[in-house]
T-cell receptor, first 116, second 111 residues
């Protein structure tokens, strides 16, 4: 399977704990995106990387959230001191700028986070 | 970001066409119209996109109004596998790094 993969698929944690999610994009894609989706809503943009550089962060990304893409390949999203409001589906997507002006985003299956 | 307006839900019978409308009255000249869909328990997937002319691909057709203030996604023969949330999204060609999803249209297909 050469699509976008995310790990874990499900995570249940207690309020106040830290969690980390991983995303492996399509190998030749230089852009990687994180979105968050709550029940009944469309995904909301959180942040994106071009290669290893984080170029944009949404206001939704509070100080408790941090994302990295250290070698321009896989990415991690960490949430510190989780709150119940963090419960959501966290989606990762990747794309290639070689298809400018349009670069289709390919999404992974998401990580569903439940904070108790 | 330019906004789009879609109906909350639509129903169709299997093997019949589905026409999904999208209004985008504030569209700018550099905005592309994109459609993504999200099947249950999956991430969104690309369906089709266009700028001014109507577009066809293996999944669907996109009909764009002459003034570009509205568009329609056409699924020619709905199958049960087409049951999903369909999102109409505008993307500025010069600022295309993110997708701004609305609530989308939930399509139900009856067997």
């Amino acid at each position: 399977d050469t699509g976008v993969s995310q790990d874990p698929r499900h995570k249940i944690t207690k309020r106040g704990q830290n969690v980390t999610f991983r995303c492996d994009p399509i190998s030749e894609h230089n852009r990687l995106y994180w979105y968050r989706q709550t029940l009944g809503q469309g995904p909301e943009f959180l942040t994106y990387f071009q290669n290893e550089a984080q170029l944009e962060k949404s206001r939704l990304l509070s100080d408790r959230f941090s994302a990295e893409r250290p070698k321009g390949s896989f990415s991690t999203l960490e949430i510190q001191r989780t709150e119940q409001g963090d419960s959501a589906m966290y989606l990762c997507a990747s794309s290639s700028t070689n298809r400018v002006p349009y670069n289709e985003q390919f999404f992974g299956p998401g990580t569903r986070l439940t904070v108790l | 970001d330019a906004k789009t307006t879609q109906p909350n839900s639509m129903e169709s019978n299997e093997e019949e066409p589905v026409h999904l409308p999208c209004n985008h009255s504030t569209i700018s000249g550099t905005d592309y119209i994109h459609w993504y869909r999200q099947l249950p328990s999956q991430g969104p997937e690309y369906v089709i996109h266009g700028l001014t002319s109507n577009v066809n691909n293996r999944m669907a057709s996109l009909a764009i109004a002459e003034d570009r203030k509205s568009s329609t996604l056409i699924l020619h023969r709905a199958t049960l596998r087409d049951a999903a949330v369909y999102y109409c999204i505008l993307r500025d060609s010069g600022n295309d790094y993110k997708l701004s999803f609305g609530a989308g249209t939930t399509v139900t297909v009856r067997a």
